[in-house]
């Protein structure tokens, strides 16, 4: 039996395997990017995946982060790689370090810290690129970016071979370009994120807005979090495909919280809205 019943989603050839409660827990896996935004209690389904890429260090994002590490070990896999703000980084040690003690055995981890503006490389040609954010001390999300190469323009009628020549002659006949898959933006409080290219152009966002009701703007300033005043008027500007809300408040329910931005957002917006934790968007186990 697996410790979680996750939420699953489908969008294209990605899975999107997660769970996201204000307070509670939140983490979200992407097993074909080999990715999982932070780590919650560490769900047995997502343990494999090499990558944890993780915003902050409050307990609900991060709680698991021994277990994911030392579990990879008794079931034999790599160390697992963790992303993390600068600031966590020796409380995540010394963690490490007491839970070895406890356990007997020490916890491997190739642990890296980051922060905005930093890339790192996941798989070839797929990259991590860390943000700002306005949560916690050096809180920062993540876009995953598929990078690729393109025939400059000039190039484009040459034959294979006329190609090859260009290249022996060291030639560089080949742009970058950036694909941006998926962008998390962990907790915050609302940054007009529609000024970075990167996550407003990405395909997916994954992103926080945890209050709802007018009664609920005091709480959201509070625990530095969005609210649906703030959050809809910043998805007006976004250009993603697909919306992923996560991180709703345990005081409003899925079906008023759908209800509530159906109301808020222009239809062309809101039909890109799916909420994480909305079980009539959850994809059976194959
Ligand atoms: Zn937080």
Redesign the pocket.
């Known amino acids: 039996m697996p410790s979680h019943n996750l939420a699953r989603l489908e969008i294209g050839d990605l899975e999107i395997l997660g769970y996201s409660v204000a307070g509670e827990e939140t983490v979200i896996g992407l097993p074909q990017l080999d990715v999982c935004f932070d780590i919650g209690k560490a769900p047995d389904q997502l343990i494999s995946i090499n990558h944890v890429l993780l915003t ?1 260090g ?1 307990m ?2 991060a709680a698991g982060i021994a277990y994911y590490l030392s579990h990879r070990k008794f079931n034999g896999m790599s160390e697992g790689t963790v992303l993390t703000p600068p600031n966590t980084l020796k409380p995540i040690r010394d963690i490490l370090d007491a839970w070895g003690r406890l356990d007997g055995n020490r916890i491997p981890v190739n642990l890296v810290g980051v922060t905005p503006g930093d890339q790192y490389p996941l798989k070839p040609n797929l990259i991590a690129r860390v943000f700002p954010t306005k ?2 001390y050096q ?1 920062v999300g993540f876009s995953v970016i598929e990078t690729r190469k393109k025939l400059k323009a000039e190039y484009l009628g040459l034959t294979g071979p006329q190609i090859v020549e260009l290249k022996k002659q060291g030639i560089e006949i080949e742009n970058p370009v950036e694909i941006p898959l998926v962008s998390y933006l ?2 915050t409080s609302y940054v007009d994120f529609s000024q970075l290219e990167y996550v407003s152009k990405s395909k997916i966002l994954i992103a926080e807005c945890t209050f709802y009701e007018d009664e609920h703007t005091e709480r959201a300033d509070a ?2 979090h969005m609210h649906i005043d703030e959050f809809g008027p910043l998805l007006e500007r976004m250009e993603n495909e697909y919306i992923i809300i996560t991180h709703l408040t345990h005081r409003t329910s899925v079906v008023e919280a759908r209800n509530m931005l159906e109301k808020r957002l222009p239809g062309e917006v809101y039909k890109k809205v799916i909420i994480l934790m909305d079980r009539k968007n959850w994809v059976k186990k194959r």
Do not use: L
Request: proline share 0%; no cysteine; glycine share 18%.
């Open positions: 902050h409050h609900d994002h949560h916690s809180s962990g907790d625990g530095k």
